[in-house]
Each structure stands twice: as C-alpha cells, then as structure tokens.
C-alpha cells in the first residue's frame, strides 16, 4: 500500500463529527480489504508507507517498522 491519506476537515482523536467520515471505521475496514485480496492473490505480508504521525494507528492493527515502512504477515 502506498499511503493513507485522509480528506476533509480534521477531527481529534477521541472526537466524532456526525457529518464527517474520519473515526467511523472505514480506514481500518479498508486496509482488512486490502489485506483479504493480497492473502486471495497468494501474498504473505502487506507493507505500507507510513509517515512518523500514523505509525502508531498502524501498531494498533497489527503492524510494526519494517525499515522504512509499517509491516504485517497476513
């Protein structure tokens, strides 16, 4: 995966704004699809891009530093 991004307004951690898209589930929702098609396409672990701000986002997923990047054996 190359990067995440997000888009919109920013929203804080531990907030929700009932018009907005960010802490609903579907960034985590969409990595665990990416995830299902590399497993269905015979690959084994997943590596992302990841930006020193959302390594821990991706901690809590399962992934840990691969050199330069956020990994996970899937």
Known sequence: IREIKIFGNVVPLGKHDEKGWQHRGLGSELLNE???????????????????????????????????YMGKAI
């Open 34 to 68: 990416a995830e299902n098609i590399s497993k269905q396409n015979g690959k084994d672990r997943m590596l992302v891009i990841s930006g020193i701000g959302v390594r821990n986002y991706f901690r809590k997923l399962g992934y840990e530093r691969v050199g330069p």
